[in-house]
């Protein structure tokens, strides 16, 4: 399944109340940011953390070796999450970003931290040219008040002004809640159907079907329309007997269309055929698990 990363830029002690270069808002962004990384560990995905450097150690903050210039401990790395040290605005540029995001199958990032009109900003627009789906949690970021010719710009202004600019052509911004949503979704979409994947190879039929809601509606073409969880059960029956196995996704993708539902589409092959599902629509549960509601699927 296409892997979502987080990229936590920049929270850094010098960004903090009593820090060389505060920020307005940086104790909620901060907040916010410890919310994400709980949810996006608890879901076992990729956490990368991005601090800055200024190589002149007479720069105004984030000096070298300085205590102001490391992560802050509310977002303190755990064992096993990278930290990319970078020297400048884009944390692309001269860092091993990109190779960190490829080798753990990166498609998409969600990303938060500061400044907003800096490094926020850049890291956003580099990852968007470089073709990965990016999330911004308007919430879990920061800026400052700035000045230009006289004209003096608060930083609640200069927030929305970016994130507005981000939302239109480089992102999708969002709160921080609804990102977690759609984390944890996306999470107990995967497993499911892991799951379901699992009971076909092993000829468990049963377990295919408990993936599916009661009333589901699977259609299999060409073989027909099966409804309800009886009906989709005896539909994987046949095919196990019938010595079908090994089942293989390709290039699945997943949408989430909302806070409780999304699809997956994906190219597929077993051991004596293969084809393409077109729709997969999986939905959340009172438990927290997801179920499918539709399958649409054809045999080629």
Not at 34 to 47: G, K, Q, T, Y
Not at 115 to 130: E, F, N, Q, S
């Amino acid at each position: 399944m296409m892997t979502t990363a987080l990229l936590l830029i920049d929270i850094q002690n010098d960004y903090f109340d009593g820090g060389k270069c505060p920020l307005v808002g940086m104790d909620v962004a901060a907040k916010h940011s410890v919310n994400l990384l709980d949810a996006f560990r608890e879901s076992s995905l990729p956490v990368i953390h991005v601090r800055h450097e200024f190589l002149d150690t007479e720069t105004a903050f984030f000096s070298a070796g300085s205590e102001g210039a490391l992560i802050h401990p509310l977002l303190a790395p755990a064992q096993g999450e990278p930290v990319v040290v970078k020297h400048q605005i884009n944390s692309f540029k001269g860092t091993p970003l990109v190779d960190l995001l490829e080798e753990r199958g990166v498609k998409n990032v969600v990303i938060a931290g500061a400044m907003t009109y800096m490094c926020v900003d850049a890291v956003t627009r580099a990852a968007a040219d470089l073709g990965y789906v990016c999330s911004v949690a308007h919430d879990a970021c920061a800026t400052m008040d700035v000045e230009f010719e006289g004209v003096k710009v608060e930083a609640a202004q200069v927030h929305a002004a970016v994130m507005a600019a981000l939302d239109f052509a480089f992102a999708e911004v969002r709160s921080t809640q609804v990102l977690i949503e759609e984390v944890l979704l996306i999470n107990a979409v995967k497993k499911a159907s892991e799951r379901w994947k699992s009971a076909f190879n092993a000829g468990n039929a049963a377990g295919c079907a408990a993936e599916y809601e009661s009333n589901a509606v699977m259609q299999a073409k060409p073989f027909g329309v099966y409804t309800g969880a009886d009906e989709v059960r005896g539909f994987w029956e046949k095919l196990i007997a019938d010595g079908f196995s090994d089942v293989e996704y390709i290039d699945p993708v997943i949408t989430v269309l909302d806070h409780q539902q999304a699809v997956i589409t994906s190219g597929w092959k077993m051991n004596k055929a293969g084809g393409v599902i077109h729709k997969e629509l999986w939905v959340l549960q009172e438990d927290g698990s997801a179920k499918l509601r539709e399958d649409d699927f054809e045999a080629q």
